[in-house]
């Protein structure tokens, strides 16, 4: 079983700040890309951000300068620290390991919620 729990998501006024973890298990963590993603209310879910398993980013445009990915490979652990915070960052944000582009390894579980308002 591969398991991906999503924490450190809550309520916080534009230009706020929040870091979110994902904590991994089932997978050797270290080998794997991961990557963050987002499903706004009625939207499909996006890709948000990914970080290789040597500490490479990328980012969409809409969070570029915005978001930071990191990971503690020790911890089995990937970060997402979100600054500058707009009422369109407001989704269930998850996460998960990246087997190859388009494709994530594990199921889809629960998210951490954002709620971006004021």
């Known amino acids: 079983q591969v398991q991906l729990v999503e924490s450190g998501g809550g309520l916080v006024q534009p230009g706020g700040s929040l870091r979110l973890s994902c904590a991994a298990s089932?997978?050797?963590?270290?080998?794997?890309?991961m990557g963050w993603y987002r499903q706004p209310p009625g939207k499909q879910r996006e890709l948000v951000g990914t970080i290789t398993s040597g500490g490479i980013t990328n980012y969409a445009d809409s969070v570029k300068g915005r978001f930071a990915i990191s990971r503690d490979n020790g911890k089995n652990t990937v970060f997402l620290q979100m600054n500058s915070l707009k009422p369109e960052d407001t989704a269930v944000y998850y996460c998960?390991?990246?087997?190859?582009?388009?494709?994530?390894?594990?199921?889809w579980g629960q998210g951490t919620q954002v709620t971006v308002s004021s």
């Open positions: 998960n390991a990246v087997y190859s582009v388009g494709v994530v390894l594990a199921n």
């Open positions: 089932g997978i050797i963590f270290s080998r794997y890309t």
